[in-house]
């Protein structure tokens, strides 16, 4: 059986519902519809998957980010899964959508295979035959070229919110979401913005480029427009991994 080293602590929330996730969806392919193992003879079926978790400081991260110290936070990074790595992990993962701001260094520099939350999300957007796709996150990933980028290659465009609606989003990911404070009116604030990147920008579907987001965008879509959950689709990549 693989082993997955999963870098986490960014954030706390979010990683909790990695591991339920990946637990979860583990032992769904493992089973058969009613629940016994698909094969009764190898008990492996039947079990749970290896998973090392090594949780980073979400603050010290998030100040260097702040402060465009790149080199640092990539080298927290790089040894985070270096220490996954030694611990025996044979892939890995970072459980969050920002940090791959430095994803192709980190990729780079790492000893083990690294599976990418956004070429796992532009994978399921061509299977899905988009073209125009939406994209919340931090500040950060909005703003980034990372996403931009890799569905560039694919050949999807890439809609970010306006200003003043990123810094709405920003506010209430970095103030709200990462503080496990999920209430309704933000809930109602950010299903305004699909509105009206829907009627202004013609978008097809949404990204919830972090991975908080799906802990407050629970109903997968709105008013036609479906949510691409990254946190649910990365998972789906590691189990497919780790049972490869």
């Known amino acids: 059986m693989k082993t997955v080293g999963i870098v986490g602590g960014i954030g706390p929330e979010s990683t909790i519902e990695y591991y339920r996730l990946i637990i979860e969806a583990y032992r769904e392919r493992q089973t058969g519809a009613g629940g016994a193992p698909v094969d009764a003879q190898d008990a492996r079926a039947a079990s749970y998957p290896s998973i090392f978790i090594n949780s980073v400081d979400l603050t010290q991260l998030i100040k260097w980010i702040n402060t465009n110290e790149f080199v640092k936070f990539t080298d927290c990074l790089v040894a985070a899964i270096e220490q996954l790595a030694r611990a025996g992990a044979d892939f890995g993962a970072l459980a969050s959508n920002t940090p791959h701001i ?51 290659r ?27 404070i999920f209430s309704p009116e933000t809930h109602a604030g950010l299903l305004a913005i699909v509105d009206r990147l829907k009627e202004r920008d013609d978008i097809e579907a949404l990204i919830l480029g972090g991975t908080e987001l799906p802990l407050i965008l629970r109903d997968g879509e709105h008013d036609g427009i479906p949510f691409l959950d990254t946190t649910r689709i990365h998972v789906a990549r590691i189990v497919a991994e780790l049972v490869s």
Do not use: W
Not at 137 to 143: A, P, S
Not at 155 to 160: D, F, N
């Open 102 to 152: 430095v994803f192709d260094e980190i990729r780079k520099r790492s000893p083990i295979p690294m599976i990418s939350i956004v070429e796992s999300a532009c994978d399921e957007a061509q299977a899905r035959g988009l073209k125009r796709v939406g994209l919340f996150g931090t500040r950060f990933t909005m703003q980034g070229q990372f996403y931009p980028e890799v569905f560039a």
């Open 154 to 180: 694919a050949g999807l465009q890439i809609i970010v919110p306006n200003d003043e609606e990123q810094s709405y989003i920003h506010g209430k990911y970095m103030g709200e979401l990462l503080n496990n």
